[in-house]
């Protein structure tokens, strides 16, 4: 069933989310409405040349899980753009642009992810006013309304050893 146009979800400040054109059941997203756009922890980022059709295409890897090597995810998508980004320390670098779907709360959308180590963050995603002006609104006192990974998953990927 669809969802009307001006339908908003109530999410928390941070939310377990899916990457599903990743293959990505869980991540652990902060929805951040401080920041314009929003980010996910990339490695091993490689831009690849253009293809006979013309379109750039990016190859990187993703961890989906905070201080833990388990369950690498590889992932090939054309670049959508580059662009100057300044972080919350105030330093700005430029970063390549995918457009990837995210499902947050049982709602599934697109929007623009900035690829970044985010190794030293607290989160492996952020999600940004972008992302979350698709609907969504922010109640900074709650957490996880989506629900959570299932205990067994969370606890099977804490401390892994990297690879």
Same mark, same amino acid.
């Given at each position: 069933? !669809?969802?009307?146009?001006?339908?908003? !979800?109530?999410?928390?400040?941070?939310?377990?989310?899916?990457? @599903?054109?990743?293959? &990505?059941?869980?991540?652990?997203?902060? #929805?951040?409405? *401080?920041?314009?756009?929003?980010?996910?922890?990339?490695?091993?980022?490689?831009?690849?040349?253009? *293809?006979?059709?013309? &379109?750039?295409?990016?190859?990187?890897?993703?961890?989906?899980? =905070?201080?833990?090597?388990? $369950?690498?995810?590889?992932?090939?998508?054309?670049?959508?753009?580059?662009?100057?980004?300044?972080?919350?320390?105030?330093?700005?670098?430029?970063?390549?642009?995918? #457009?990837?779907?995210?499902?947050?709360? +049982?709602?599934?959308?697109?929007?623009?992810?900035?690829?970044?180590?985010? $190794?030293?963050? +607290? %989160?492996?995603? #952020?999600?940004?006013? =972008?992302?979350?002006?698709? *609907? %969504?609104?922010?109640?900074?006192?709650?957490?996880?309304? *989506?629900?959570?990974? @299932?205990?067994?998953?969370?606890?099977?990927?804490?401390?892994?050893?990297?690879?």
């Amino acid at each position: 069933m !669809t969802e009307p146009a001006h339908s908003t !979800t109530i999410a928390g400040w941070r939310e377990w989310v899916a990457l @599903p054109s990743a293959g &990505v059941p869980w991540i652990k997203a902060k #929805l951040d409405t *401080g920041a314009r756009s929003s980010s996910v922890h990339a490695f091993d980022i490689e831009p690849l040349p253009a *293809g006979a059709d013309g &379109v750039e295409r990016v190859r990187f890897r993703l961890h989906p899980w =905070q201080k833990s090597a388990a $369950d690498i995810v590889t992932v090939e998508c054309p670049i959508h753009d580059r662009r100057m980004v300044r972080s919350s320390s105030g330093h700005a670098e430029e970063r390549i642009v995918v #457009l990837m779907d995210i499902t947050l709360i +049982g709602r599934t959308i697109t929007t623009e992810m900035t690829l970044s180590n985010r $190794d030293a963050m +607290g %989160f492996r995603m #952020l999600i940004g006013r =972008q992302a979350l002006r698709q *609907g %969504f609104v922010v109640d900074p006192r709650r957490s996880f309304l *989506g629900g959570r990974a @299932p205990k067994p998953v969370r606890r099977q990927n804490r401390g892994a050893e990297p690879s």
